[in-house]
């Protein structure tokens, strides 16, 4: 389950993954989010969050999520990704030189500390 987390400022969307992340999260909430911000901005800064309570993706939904960031690749501004689960954070450690914006890793420790940098602080 993804949701969206309230409060973003004007021009950032921020998600929290919950259990496991379904293709109906994708369509029913990530989608809709990022293409509302982008109706508004010509760049977007994004807050995703993959917490304790994070169980993992289908395979659906790793698909759904290539094809939102290489959809917009040139959309985003900011990327904080939050999370203590090695494999993600290595994942974007690792490969996030590949995407055109400035992406950054938090552990769940600083999640305050990344919504302030996700929100341009």
């Known amino acids: 389950m993804v949701e969206l987390i309230d409060g973003m400022a004007n021009g950032a969307v921020g998600f929290e ?71 993600y954070r290595r994942m974007v450690q690792g490969f996030g030189f590949l995407i055109p914006a400035h992406v950054r890793v938090f552990p769940t420790t600083a999640l305050e500390e990344a919504k302030a940098w996700v929100e341009g602080g």
């Open 17 to 87: 993954a919950k259990g496991e992340v379904t293709a109906a999260d994708y369509e029913k909430v990530i989608v809709p989010a990022v293409e509302a911000a982008l109706a508004e901005h010509d760049k977007v800064n994004l807050l995703y969050v993959l917490g304790s309570r994070f169980e993992g993706y289908e395979l659906a939904a790793m698909w759904d999520d290539t094809k939102v960031g290489m959809g917009h690749l040139f959309a985003w501004e900011r990327i904080g990704l939050v999370t203590d689960h090695d494999a």
